[in-house]
């Protein structure tokens, strides 16, 4: 399906950081490698050196020990720049994943059968585990095969006899995360899913704490939590087994070659064909191999994790349509019919309302907090079933029109408004992403942002920081109602616009609205008092 989460495509646009920290990663273990082996070579060439003391006053001290400083600067230089570019690649993978779930949801509330600890904890935790997969699994490999195949090459052009025995013992070694894969994947995979359960067994009965205890079904719940925790642990446990067994193997091997390599070497250095040196420099690179195998050990538990979490992220599906009709014909046409409406499991509901609106129209929907002014804007835009009543779109109920049908003709600005860590052109551009500079200059003069546009050194390149915390509330509202009018919807449903303005702004806010909005139905929710001209529909709401 097109709407299915693929990292590959998330991370495509930031390419050059992967590539960078993969860069940044190979150099830190080959300086590492080097440093092993070049010390190696020069401490044991030093001590023979001053054996003969005719060889020790010829012998090149600073050669090898600046080989050896450059070597260890490298390797701290590029391990502290290869974290700081990974992690800025997967901040923005992260930044890139929620802009996903957001652009999915816009379109759709989850389904309603969906709980909540489950969901918050696919939301939170599943997509932080998503960075497993370049971090834990790409990267570990990438750099095992390019440092091994550099060091295998080396070691053939310096004695092809050895090279051929470490050829096989590598081959051998990769046996060991295939072993991983083949007996772990699986139990990881169950791991992920009771860890899941495990979470929503507890925080589901705690939240109903209270009644549980009352009705005496705390005891239960208990019992059905622990029976999930000896299970979960009881994998758990054999999940590190299976860990540390994969390491052992692997230490193992690499310690086998090593000793193996040192058998055939020896001769060659008693018939004086290598020096003591090399053999020590050559033992020393094999020993650092180590540090690129030995995450191999857990790389099945790694792949689990974040293919799991991305299979129970793909789970979260937007609420299917249940409408056919597909577009709109003729002018825009919007009917209210006795229509009452309330949140599912709400104790009261509004009373029912009347209203006719075509293009060009103003419905002004007073009332003081808690009426339902925002639960009739939601059941407007398609989000909430009336309780009784219609809304007639076009002459047809608003349900049969299929959700695309439904965003792309009626637009919704919550009182709760989202603003992301991005310049202010690409927040409004989420709405069109091939508007001009112009139009966005013009769409912030009509939500009077102009003024504060031009106070901005960087104007429409400003940065509005995390959750939009560089600018105020009103700023935010209006940035959002901006981007909202840009999607040039037929209807606009307004939830407290006015919030945060002193009523000189709010007054030409309006009658921007008004001048701008004459091909379109607008529709604004507002406790607040306001004199608007003769010509707008108005309705008070009122609960039963």
Request: aromatic content about 8%; hydrophobic content about 50%; charged content about 15%.
């Amino acid at each position: 399906m097109k709407d299915q989460l693929k990292l590959s495509a998330l991370m495509r646009p930031h390419w050059r950081w992967w590539l960078l920290s993969l860069a940044l990663g190979a150099l830190t273990l080959a300086s590492i490698m080097g440093l092993l082996t070049v010390s190696g070579w020069f401490i044991t060439a030093s001590a023979l050196a001053g054996l003969h003391l005719a060889s020790a006053a010829s012998f090149n001290y600073f050669g090898p020990a600046a080989l050896i400083r450059f070597f260890a600067i490298s390797r701290t230089a590029s391990r502290y720049f290869e974290r700081l570019s990974s992690h800025n690649a997967i901040l923005l993978l992260l930044q890139q994943l929620r802009l996903w779930f957001m652009r999915r949801f816009l379109a759709s509330s989850v389904q309603p059968d969906t709980r909540s600890a489950d969901l918050l904890q696919r939301l939170i935790t599943d997509i932080d585990r998503l960075d497993q997969w370049p971090l834990r699994v790409v990267a570990p490999l990438f750099w095992a095969s390019l440092i091994s195949a550099g060091w295998l090459c080396a070691l053939w052009f310096w004695q092809t006899e050895l090279a051929q025995v470490a050829l096989m013992y590598l081959l051998g070694l990769l046996l060991v995360p295939v072993l991983g894969f083949a007996s772990g994947y699986r139990r990881a995979c169950q791991l992920v899913t009771l860890a899941s359960q495990r979470r929503q067994e507890l925080l589901e009965p705690l939240s109903a704490l209270t009644m549980l205890q009352l009705h005496q079904g705390w005891t239960a719940a208990e019992l059905q939590w622990q029976q999930i925790e000896q299970q979960y642990q009881k994998l758990l446990w054999r999940q590190q087994i299976l860990d540390l067994s994969c390491q052992f193997l692997l230490l193992s091997g690499l310690a086998l070659m090593s000793f193996h390599l040192l058998i055939i070497a020896l001769p060659l250095a008693a018939e004086q064909q290598i020096s003591i040196a090399a053999l020590v420099a050559m033992l020393m690179s094999t020993l650092a191999l180590t540090e690129l195998w030995l995450p191999l050990a857990t790389l099945y538990r790694h792949l689990a994790d974040s293919a799991m979490a991305k299979q129970r992220l793909n789970q979260i599906q937007p609420e299917a349509p249940t409408g056919t009709c597909t577009g709109l014909t003729g002018p825009i046409t919007l009917e209210l019919q006795q229509l009452s409406v309330a949140y599912p499991g709400a104790l009261q509901q509004t009373t029912p309302v009347n209203s006719s609106l075509k293009a060009g129209d103003m419905l002004w929907l007073q009332g003081p907090s808690g009426v339902g002014k925002s639960t009739l804007l939601s059941t407007l835009a398609g989000w909430l079933t009336p309780v009784s009543g219609r809304v007639l779109l076009n002459s047809k109920e608003l349900q049969l029109y299929t959700a695309s049908t439904q965003r792309e003709h009626i637009s919704l600005l919550s009182q709760h408004v989202s603003l992301f860590n991005m310049t202010l052109a690409a927040n409004l551009r989420m709405a069109r992403p091939n508007a001009s500079d112009d139009e966005l200059r013009q769409v912030l003069t009509d939500t009077a942002l102009s003024d504060w546009l031009a106070t901005l050194p960087l104007g429409l390149d400003t940065e509005l920081g995390e959750y939009g915390v560089a600018v105020s509330g009103g700023q935010a509202r209006r940035i959002a109602l901006a981007r909202l009018l840009l999607q040039n919807s037929s209807i606009l449903l307004l939830d407290e616009p006015l919030v945060g303005l002193d009523p000189d702004t709010a007054h030409q806010l309006i009658q921007t609205l008004r001048h701008r909005c004459q091909q379109q139905i607008l529709i604004i929710a507002s406790h607040q008092t306001l004199a608007v001209d003769p010509g707008c529909h108005q309705l008070h709401l009122k609960l039963l």
